[in-house]
């Protein structure tokens, strides 16, 4: 039976159970400590959050191309896990799908009200903006981050034959007793910063279902405490009974259905909204966002003195970062008998081009309401109830009846295969004896991060909680993916030297750290 390491289970599981215990005790306190960190990591770090996102981006597309892509996770005889429309939907459902269903209305819509650099509200500028920044924030780039993580997690357990663990992708870079050094810390610190960015995602999806819920019982006014602690507990259930079935099963069947149910809304909207408008846009809007994308991927608002960017890319790339050192383990744990470039292709580009094709439909018909029918869908955007207005666009399009269910049943469905993958990777990194041959957890370890991350989620619900965790959690991360991008351009310069599955390294060139088998 694989038993906790304490050094790494404990210290974030009780500094998260403080957190809750003083938000509790003294919610003004909690939330002063907790803008005034928010605000210094928005404003120290948001040029590295900018200028990483990119590097990690290219990085990507170099290994994809170079003859390190050809490697195979596991060795040339490994079998995959999982088939490939399994893995496309345990990708596409784990990572960041929960994220396009609570901002696929709120966020263009902010962008026609408010733009940024003084571009005229409800404009057709306006409208350019929102498409070309939704591109932005939801197709390749965050794809990148956690892939990145995931790619060089996969290489360095499978065929470096590292231990599980966070510190695996830094054995090039570091060497077997440098990783297995710094190890409980990088573990436990990343820990915590997954917390809080699952607890940002999980209150998002718990505001769209109760959102749904005061919507087809026409009650008014925002969600209470009560409703919303009920929505969470049932979706950390779920996911840990998944959890515990394991990926194979429970996580892979229910991301499947979620994918279907994904493609089916989407497809819905489509039809039932201004079609040829909707594509038109949606193309207008792909050569927009190539056309500007470094100055917008790298827009810190530094000589505008503009908010904008810390408030919107910055957080929501932040949000990224925090996802990727846990969600890069899960990532790389199923890519079993994968090739490097296949692992690319399936957790860059095929998930972008669902979640780029999603934004832009639903970003299509909100201009369209907005700037063609009047619909006045602006007067609902609430910081404090951001799901008004998601439903406020269902209630305009026919079948409204139908697509508030699938709605509902798709974010429960997203929500808990991301928190089922999340809790299955961050009991694993908390837990000894984890290998190829005894991949799975406890149950006692997997419904502990059950219940500490549902009850994190309840007390920061809300708009605001949502973007200070995005922030706070990526913090921490950004410095583990910087020290993993520098170890994969070091893995990418000469892979056969780190490849103990293909033809080992001669030893004129061998690596005396590489060849020490210290247990991380």
């Known amino acids: 039976m694989n038993t906790v390491r304490p050094l ?29 960190s928010h605000q210094w990591v928005a404003s120290s770090f948001g040029w590295l959050v900018s200028l990483l ?10 290994i994809g191309f170079s003859p390190f892509g050809r490697t195979v ?5 490994a079998q995959p896990l999982l088939t490939r429309w399994q893995l496309f939907a345990v990708v596409l459902t784990t990572n960041i799908a929960a994220g396009i269903l609570f901002w696929c209305v709120f966020e263009p819509l902010s962008y026609l009200q408010n733009p940024p650099l003084g571009i005229v509200k409800n404009s057709p500028a306006a409208a350019q903006f929102a498409i070309a920044t939704v591109y932005l924030h939801w197709t390749v780039t965050p794809y990148a981050i956690a892939s990145i993580v995931g790619l060089m997690f996969a290489f360095a ?10 510190s695996a992708p830094l054995v090039p870079l570091l060497g077997r007793q440098g990783a297995a050094a710094v190890a409980p810390v990088i573990d436990a610190v990343c820990l915590y910063a997954l917390i809080a ?6 209150a998002g999806g718990s505001l769209i279902l109760a959102g749904g819920i005061h919507h087809v019982c026409g009650i008014d006014g925002p969600p209470t405490p009560l409703l919303l602690g009920l929505i969470i507990a049932a979706i950390m259930i779920t996911s840990v009974a998944a959890a515990i079935s ?23 909207i489509l039809f039932l909204g201004p079609t040829r408008f909707i594509l038109d846009f949606a193309v207008e809007g792909f050569g927009l966002f190539l056309g500007s994308y470094f100055p917008r991927v790298l827009f810190t608002g530094a000589a505008h003195g503009e908010q904008w960017p810390h408030d919107w890319t910055q957080m929501l790339f932040s949000a990224f970062f925090a996802w990727a050192p846990i969600m890069g383990v899960f990532l790389g744990r199923i890519a079993y008998g994968y090739s490097v470039r296949a692992f690319l292709a399936f957790n860059v580009l095929l998930p972008a081009l669902f979640t780029g094709l999603w934004m832009a439909i639903i970003c299509g018909a909100v201009v369209h309401m907005e700037l063609f ?3 006045g869908l602006g007067a609902l955007l609430d910081p404090a109830d951001p799901t008004r207005v998601l439903f406020g666009f269902l209630g305009r399009l026919p079948l409204t009846d139908l697509l508030v269910p699938i709605l509902l049943v798709t974010a429960f469905l997203s929500f808990v295969t991301t928190a089922d993958g999340i809790t299955d990777a961050m009991s694993n990194i908390s837990s000894r004896g984890i290998s190829p041959q005894h991949s799975e957890s406890s149950r006692v370890v997997k419904i502990a991060w059950g219940l500490l991350i549902g009850l994190f989620c309840w007390v920061m619900t809300g708009l605001e909680g949502i973007r200070m965790l995005s922030n706070l959690g990526g913090f921490p991360a950004l410095f583990l993916c910087l020290a993993i991008v520098a170890s994969a351009i070091r893995v990418l310069a000469n892979p056969a030297r780190y490849d103990l599955l293909t033809a080992p390294p001669s030893p004129a060139h061998s690596d005396k750290t590489l060849c020490n088998k210290a247990p991380l």
């Open 8 to 36: 790494v289970f404990f210290p974030p599981f009780l500094l998260c159970a403080a957190v809750v215990a003083l938000n509790l005790a003294d919610p003004a306190a909690f939330k002063a400590v907790m803008t005034q």
């Open 246 to 268: 394991g990926v194979t099963k429970g996580i892979s069947f229910i991301a499947t259905v979620s994918t279907v149910f994904l493609i089916g809304f989407l497809a819905l």
């Open 157 to 166: 357990y499978y065929n470096m034959a590292a231990p599980f663990s966070l």
């Open 197 to 202: 960015g699952l607890a940002a995602a999980l």
């Open 373 to 375: 029918e009047q619909a």
């Open 73 to 77: 996770l596991g060795g040339p005889t």
């Open 53 to 62: 996102s990119l590097v990690m981006l290219g990085l990507c597309a170099a």
